[in-house]
């Protein structure tokens, strides 16, 4: 892609342990009841892997799909979405994993969707947390890390498909 690392901004073994402790957040944040974890596609994937392995009650996994970068480093605000869950929501705990918030925009969109799905709760589990969602209507329950203002790759976060298979989060040049 000619895009160079500019510095690594979390290394594989803060990942892992931040990992562990969110998984205990969420295991104790969720004592019953049905429990549905959501991922975000793609970005998510490596997160949600390590994150359900470390939630320690019975629990469901599906995904969404959405799309609102393409190929560009700033969200166009125009989210589509490409895969519904096939999982009944109905009644059950859900918890919608994001690899990164940033605009809020695409969270808004999909929060609307599931909250209209009737569960018996939302919760948002993001990753990296930009705090500069604006359009952010529903509060992100569980964060990993507060991220730098700056496009991050790795760990699951791409640029144009290329980078998710960084064991760290590196922002790029």
Known sequence: MGRAVHRIAFEPEQIAARVREL???????FPDGDLLVLGLLKGSFIFMGDLVREI?????????????????T???????????????????????????????????????????????????CAFLHKRIADDLRHPTRFIGFDAPNEFLVGYGLDHAEHFRHLPYIASLQ
């Open 23 to 29: 998984g205990r957040e969420i295991t104790d944040h």
């Open 74 to 124: 700033v969200s166009s605000g125009n989210v589509r979405l490409l895969y519904d869950p096939e999982t009944d929501l109905e009644g059950k705990h859900i918890l919608l994993v994001e690899d990164i918030v940033d605009t809020g925009r695409t969270l808004s969109r999909l929060c609307d969707l599931l909250q209209a799905r009737n569960p018996r709760s939302l919760e948002i």
């Open 56 to 72: 320690q009650r019975p629990l469901q996994v599906d995904f969404l799909v959405a799309s609102s970068y393409g190929n560009a």
